[in-house]
C-alpha cells in the first residue's frame, strides 16, 4: 500500500493577522509518498529538493516525528511499519511554510494509509506539534490552510479554535522569495513582546475589516485592511529592499503588499492576475539590478488542500 500527497505553501499572518491568519497557495509545495512495510517503525528513505539541509533521523525530522506521535497515539506504533520519501518543492527558512507543507503532507499521508481514523480537524494538533519541533513555537497559521485549503483563522489556540473563511473568486497572491535565508526561529525572538494599545487598535480593526471584506467580497475594504503596525516595521529590516519592493507593488494597482510569514519572502494580493504579475516581475527586475537572486510564484488563493 502506498499513498502519495501534495500539500501547498501557505501565505501565514495574511499581512495583518500575525499567527491567527493564513491562505494556501497551489503551488509550489511539498510532497510525500508513504508507504506500509512489515517491519514495525517510522523510516524517512529519502528526501528530495532539500540540498541536504533536513534530518534522515527518524526522531528529528519533522514529519517523521509527527507521524510517529500518531501512531503513539493511536497506540498502533509497535504494530505499523512506514516508509517516507519526501519531496520539497519549495525552498526552506522562506516564509512559505515549507515544513507545514511538509508536515500536513505527512500527517494526512499516515491518516490515509491507515484508513482515515482522525477527521482533519483532528489531525491538526499534531500538525501544530510538528511547527513547535520545526521552530520552537507551534503556530497554526501555516498548518490550517494547509491543511484545509483556501483562507483559515485561528480563533484561538487553547483549546485550538480554526475557523475556515471565504474566499473571493478574483484573490491572487504574488509572492516574491528573495534568496536569504531567515529562520523562523530567528524572525521571532526579534519581535518585540509588548504592543502600544493603540497599535493593537489598529491592527485588530484591520483583521475585522479583512475577515468582513473577505466575507462581502469587497475588495476595496480588503484592501484598506490588509495593513500590519505591530510586526512588518520590526521584520522589514530582515528583508532586503522591502520598502521599495512594497512602492512597486503598490504603484502596480495591487491591493496590499507585505511579508509572507515570518519572510523573506513577500506577497503582493491583487484582484485578478495583472498587478500581481506585474508586480512580481518589476521587483524581481529590481532585486536583479541590486544582485540579489529571487524566485516568483502567482497564484489562486482559492486553492483545495490535500
Ligand atoms: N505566524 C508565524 C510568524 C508564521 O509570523 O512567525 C511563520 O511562518
Not at 177 to 193: C, G, H, N, S
Not at 210 to 229: F, H, T
Not at 256 to 275: L, R, Y
Amino acid at each position: 500500500q502506498e499513498v502519495r500527497v501534495f500539500a501547498p505553501a501557505t501565505v501565514a499572518n495574511m499581512i495583518c493577522g500575525f499567527d491567527i491568519l493564513g491562505f494556501a497557495v497551489d503551488y509550489p509545495g511539498d510532497e510525500v509518498c508513504m508507504r506500509k512495510v512489515e517491519v514495525p517503525g517510522v523510516r524517512i528513505i529519502a528526501i528530495h529538493g532539500d540540498e541536504g539541509r533536513l534530518p534522515l533521523d527518524p526522531d528529528k525530522n519533522t514529519v517523521s516525528a509527527c507521524v510517529k506521535m500518531l501512531l503513539e497515539h493511536l497506540q498502533i506504533a509497535d504494530q505499523i511499519g512506514v516508509e517516507i520519501e519526501l519531496t520539497k518543492h519549495m525552498p526552506i527558512g522562506s516564509g512559505l511554510g515549507s515544513s507545514s507543507a511538509s508536515t500536513v503532507a505527512g500527517l494526512f499521508a499516515a491518516n490515509a494509509l491507515l484508513g482515515n481514523p482522525l477527521s482533519k480537524a483532528e489531525l491538526m494538533p499534531f500538525c501544530v506539534e510538528g511547527e513547535r519541533l520545526a521552530c520552537g513555537h507551534g503556530h497554526a497559521d501555516n498548518v490550517a490552510p494547509a491543511l484545509m485549503g483556501g483562507i483559515t483563522l485561528i480563533r484561538g489556540y487553547e483549546p485550538l479554535d480554526m475557523i475556515e473563511l471565504p474566499v473571493p473568486d478574483d484573490l491572487v497572491a504574488g509572492i516574491v522569495f528573495p534568496q536569504v535565508d531567515v529562520p523562523t526561529r530567528d524572525a521571532r525572538q526579534l519581535i518585540k513582546e509588548k504592543v502600544l494599545l493603540r497599535d493593537a487598535v489598529t491592527q485588530w480593526g484591520n483583521i475585522a475589516g479583512l475577515v468582513a471584506g473577505l466575507y462581502r467580497n469587497d475588495y476595496e475594504l480588503i484592501s484598506r485592511s490588509m495593513q500590519d503596525v505591530l510586526i512588518e516595521p520590526t521584520r522589514a529590516i530582515l528583508i532586503p529592499e522591502f520598502y521599495t519592493m512594497k512602492d512597486i507593488a503598490l504603484s502596480c494597482g495591487v491591493l496590499a503588499f507585505g511579508i509572507s510569514g515570518s519572510g523573506p519572502s513577500v506577497v503582493a494580493i491583487s484582484k485578478g492576475k495583472k498587478a500581481a504579475q506585474e508586480a512580481v516581475d518589476k521587483i524581481q527586475a529590481h532585486l536583479t539590478a541590486h544582485g540579489i537572486e529571487s524566485l516568483q510564484f502567482v497564484s489562486s488563493v482559492n486553492v483545495a488542500g490535500p
